[in-house]
């Protein structure tokens, strides 16, 4: 491969959460290994992969300007996100005026809700669900109505529409959010999923806010449809949400954008996005953006893509042979993993948290999927080199399974 997917990053010392950040956040991050463990990051939703060297130089650059006062995006920036949206996702019509700025994916749901809803107001969410939907709603007031998926006979994970439809109704909800690809379970809905979901959504006249963050880490040949694209009224009703940050592993920086097509809707977004006076591009992270969305970082994204559906195959594989009673879902899309170890632990006599300790002793920092809506399960990271997930998985069977 051209890029590095190989090399072991020391991210000690360096501010990273998924390192540095372990025992200090009692009930939501891993605690540290024990002595003779060192420590494989599998728990926060950022990878362990080298940077694209495009975005190093685009900062770098602007960095060599040492004036870095007020500014405002060039063309370039918008030009990015139009090209990207074309050659990635198949978007046209796509002009620089539906195109605006958010902190972050979950501020930008938020000003999104807020555009046509009131505190006390309940939302649709799909569960399993986003650990960040979950505060994020219930801290700014909203009641989540939660319509599980199901998993069909070949284990795929699946929209209950009669589910959704009944919900609907009875608690007259007008607000859903759509997480596609889904998190935690990984699913690249196909569009006739969407179709399906929007027809409903349009029937009971309910605005979506679909969070589209994962849409370029899909795997194998599954391919992401926007959820804006399946019908003119989804281009009308719904808000979609983008960023670089999960694609390139640049959450630090700080930076998305929402794509909002029908001009009522977007001056009202826009509007709920101005209040604070806090939601401000950076100019870092402008240049980042611009950096990541170029020929070159198409490239990396392609050999990311591969590397991804490698370590997802030898994972589930492995997991599938040696841990009996634990059941996965090969993941479509991201790349973490929903372990459901309900089996495992009633036929071991064992609870969910003396597997997480157990993993988390021998330096498998996971996740508690608990918060994700898992009674039983573990979410796993695996973007991470090979070696690492290799090694991971001989200590889980070692010393966990």
């Avoid at 795997?219 to 694609?247: C, F, M, N, W």
């Avoid at 401000?280 to 990541?292: I, P, Q």
Wanted: aromatic letters at 10%; one cysteine or more.
């Amino acid at each position: 491969m051209k890029y590095d997917f190989t090399s072991i990053l020391d991210r000690r010392g360096r501010d990273a959460l998924a390192v540095d950040g372990l025992g200090s956040m009692p009930g939501f991050a891993p605690s540290r290994p024990k002595e003779g463990f060192d420590l494989i990051p599998m728990w926060v939703a950022d990878m362990n992969f080298p940077a694209v060297p495009t975005i190093p130089q685009a900062i770098a650059a602007r960095v060599q300007h040492t004036a870095y006062g007020y500014f405002q995006p060039p063309a370039e920036y918008f030009d990015a996100i139009i090209s990207w949206q074309e050659d990635r996702n198949g978007v046209t019509g796509l002009t620089k005026e539906c195109i605006g700025y958010e902190n972050g994916v979950l501020g930008g749901v938020l000003s999104a809700l807020g555009a046509v809803c009131s505190q006390g107001d309940e939302v649709l969410v799909h569960s399993p669900t986003y650990v960040g939907f979950t505060s994020s709603l219930e801290n700014r007031g909203y009641r989540i109505v939660h319509s599980p998926l199901s998993r069909d006979g070949e284990g795929i994970w699946r929209m209950d529409f009669a589910d959704m439809e009944k919900k609907l109704v009875e608690h007259q909800i007008h607000a859903a959010i759509l997480c596609s690809p889904h998190n935690p379970c990984g699913r690249v809905w196909e569009r006739w999923e969407l179709e399906r979901a929007m027809e409903l959504f349009r029937k009971h006249n309910v605005f979506v806010v679909s969070d589209e963050i994962w849409s370029d880490l899909v795997l194998g040949g599954h391919k992401h449809i926007p959820t804006q694209s399946v019908s003119e009224d989804a281009r009308r009703r719904t808000a979609a949400l983008y960023a670089p940050s999960k694609t390139f592993n640049l959450a630090g920086l700080v930076g998305s954008y929402r794509i909002v097509y029908d001009p009522w809707l977007r001056a009202r977004v826009e509007r709920e996005s101005s209040l604070s006076h806090y939601n401000n591009m950076n100019v870092l992270s402008m240049h980042a953006l611009m950096g990541a969305y170029s020929p070159e970082g198409r490239e990396w994204v392609d050999e990311l893509r591969q590397v991804l559906t490698g370590n997802v195959d030898y994972a589930v594989a492995f997991i599938r042979e040696h841990f009996q009673g634990v059941d996965v879902t090969k993941p479509q899309g991201t790349y973490m993993l929903f372990l459901d170890c309900t089996e495992w632990c009633a036929r071991h006599g064992k609870t969910i948290d003396e597997v997480l300790q157990a993993g988390w002793d021998v330096g498998v920092a996971w996740q508690d999927g608990r918060p994700f809506h898992g009674p039983c399960h573990i979410r796993v990271n695996l973007a991470l080199p090979l070696s690492r997930v290799k090694e991971a998985m001989e200590r889980l069977k070692e010393y966990v399974f």
